[in-house]
């Protein structure tokens, strides 16, 4: 079964640094999200691509965040200079789109960000 | 601004128990609806989906949802739980014709043995 793959799976990095996040999407999608869960909060949508180009973003995507397609496969995130409050599980998503009824995201298993 | 509401965060349930965890959400048009869960160490997976027709459905695992438009709710039902449904579980909503989904703050299952 085709899956969305994410790399690292755990990442440490100091206050300040920069981090990139990778996912590699299901092939035949056409929608890719980034989302974030804090630890015991919930799952909050940070941004979508489509078209290689952001469709939406929330408020938390800010400057500090950027998203880029650089090639066919890879979908990355990047947060330029983190903060404390970064830390979280990051989770990538991939929708195949489907008119009205949009179907189902298909989820990574998370990269991990612990930033010191 | 769309909002999804789940009212249990944490539910303890001894196996062979009923479960229903609430899902309330905020939007005017017409909307897709998920269930997802997460196992732990596990990604985020589809439980069951709702786009429209029999506003009740049925996913995998004996699950089951149920869309009441009136209460702009879909609980998730399960009959009798079994340890191996302990994993945190998330209501979803996706305005139609749109491609931005909202997630619940999870509800968090631990079935004991």
């Known amino acids: 079964e085709p899956e969305v793959t994410q790399t690292p799976s755990h990442q440490v990095t100091q206050m300040g640094q920069e981090v990139i996040l990778r996912c590699v999407p299901i092939?035949?999608?056409?929608?890719f999200y980034w989302y974030r869960q804090i630890l015991g909060q919930k799952v909050e949508f940070l941004v979508s691509?489509?078209?290689?180009?952001?469709?939406?973003k929330s408020e938390i995507f800010d400057d500090q965040f950027s998203v880029e397609r650089p090639d066919g496969s890879n979908f990355t995130l990047k947060i330029r200079s983190t903060k404390l409050e970064d830390s979280a599980m990051y989770f990538c998503a991939s929708l195949i789109a489907r008119g009205a009824n949009t179907g189902e995201l298909f989820f990574g298993e998370g990269s991990r960000l612990t930033v010191l | 601004a769309q909002s999804v509401s789940q009212h249990n965060h944490h539910v303890i349930l001894s196996e062979a128990a009923s479960l229903e965890l609430g899902c309330n959400y905020s939007?005017?048009?017409?909307?897709?609806l998920f269930w997802y869960v997460q196992y732990p160490g596990q990604h985020l997976q589809l439980l069951l989906k709702?786009?429209?027709?029999?506003?009740l459905v049925k996913g995998i695992k004996g699950f089951e949802a149920e869309f009441i438009k009136s209460k702009f709710s879909f609980n998730l039902r399960k009959p009798s739980v079994q340890w191996s449904d302990t994993a945190e579980y998330f209501c979803a909503v996706n305005s139609k014709g749109t491609y931005k989904y909202i997630f619940g703050t999870g509800t968090r299952l631990k079935v004991l043995a």
């Open positions: 709702y786009f429209s027709g029999d506003p």
């Open positions: 939007y005017g048009g017409t909307v897709n």
């Open positions: 092939s035949n999608h056409l929608y």
């Open positions: 691509f489509y078209n290689n180009e952001i469709s939406e």
